[in-house]
Structure formats: structure tokens, C-alpha cells
């Protein structure tokens, strides 16, 4: 589905332009994505596999949920609806705790170039593993890691496990749970 998005400037500010998603990506204009991050109160973070058949980083592991956020939407409320897509999860908006805006300005061999800003959050996951539902079309597999084995698995990056240019942005992440937790 190629669902309209809003354009923001080169600093994040609305421009009140909107415009479809394929446009987003091959013009490279800039815009927003909620990203969700899921943590356990016993020190774990939910991982997501990106789907073998995503443009960008197939199969590589990532943020729990992301989503871009459709036109006239607000970040939270594109935040609580990829949640629910993508994990089958139902959240609202006092379990979001917001850590940031990351800019995230990539271009990729396929022509598509990403100019996005991820407005990050952290949410405690109180469900098992087991009742999340992945949408396929977004996510491979979920799995939850501890958080050693997650700055493990980032500072030597095994097997290309995670996308490598979020690297410092993993780490930020990182650090914000264990502040949280």
C-alpha cells in the first residue's frame, strides 16, 4: 500500500506538503517514522527481523517496531497503530516514553534514499513473546535478548546481525533503557 506521507524540512519542521510513500523514498524528501523499542523489566530487548522481503536491510535485525507516520497523523498516534500491525500488540499513549529524534539521512544501491527522522521510544513489553503476532509483510521473527547479549551482539556485529550504519544509534537506545528499567 503506498500510503501518503507528510514532508518535513531538512530540520524536521512541517511543511504542510504530503506526498505517497514511493515519492518519499525515490525523491528523498524528508520525513517522519515512529520507532517503538520494546524492554523487560528482567533485562531483555525485543528484536524484529526484517522481512526477507523489505528493500532495505532484508533480514537484518532491528528496532522492535517502525513505521513511517501517514499524513495528518501524530507521532504517538503512528507509533500505537504500527505497534498494533506489526506485533499485533495493543499500547497507548501514557506507555510510550520518548527518548528522541534521531536523524537518519541514508542512501541506498536500489536508488532509494532515506531521509528520515525516527522519534524514538521505549515501552516496557508485559506480555509473553508468544502472544505477539508478526505481520509478515514487516517482520520475519522476534526475538527477545538480554540486554548483555545485545551490547555483545553490537559491539561485534556477528554474522552482519544488525543493520551496521544504526550502530551508535543502538547504543543510545541502549542506554536510555537501562536508565528506564
Known sequence: MDELIDIVTKDGRPTDK?????????????????????????????????????????LLW??????HVDAGETIEEAAIRETQEEIGLTISKSDL?????????????????DNEFHHTFIVELKVPLVQLKPQLEEVEALKLVSFSEFKNLLEFNQKNHFVASNKSYYKIVLNHILQHK
Open 18 to 58: 504530503t506526498v505517497l510513500k514511493s515519492e518519499i523514498h525515490s525523491q528523498g524528501f524528508y520525513h517522519n517514522t515512529a520507532h517503538i523499542w520494546f524492554y523487560t523489566k528482567d533485562g531483555q530487548i525485543l528484536l524484529a527481523q526484517r522481512a526477507a522481503t523489505k528493500t532495505i536491510c532484508p
Open 62 to 67: 532491528d528496532v522492535s517496531v517502525a513505521g
Open 97 to 113: 516514553q520518548k527518548i528522541g529524534v534521531f536523524p537518519c539521512f541514508q542512501s541506498y544501491e536500489n536508488g532509494i534514499v
